[in-house]
């Protein structure tokens, strides 16, 4: 998947509520946490917002990593907070510095 491919996976409304949620555990001081998790709840609040009108919010699992890639890529300073998988590799891409190593994680 090529990095537009990644990007036009992503729901701008549901990325912003999944980044607060980021942020809100950076500020109480969690070192790592669930992106699957914090997706979730995020998908939950924006669909607890909108139950009067039935419109849910999709989330593919398969698209999770392009959430927390993008992250990264917008927040490098917080790379560190999630553990990834590189897509081919299997490896366990953790605690990346500001180097070239997120960049790895958006492109693997």
Known sequence: MTEDQALATINSTLYDLFEQLVFDCVDQGFENYSARTLLHVAKWKLDCGNAEDG???SLNHNHIGNYVRY???CNPQHAYFFKLR???SGKLLT?????????????P
């Open 71 to 73: 992250f990264i890529r």
């Open 55 to 57: 419109k849910r919010v």
């Open 95 to 107: 605690h990346l510095d500001r180097s070239n190593e997120w960049e790895k994680a958006v492109r």
């Open 86 to 88: 590189g897509e081919k």
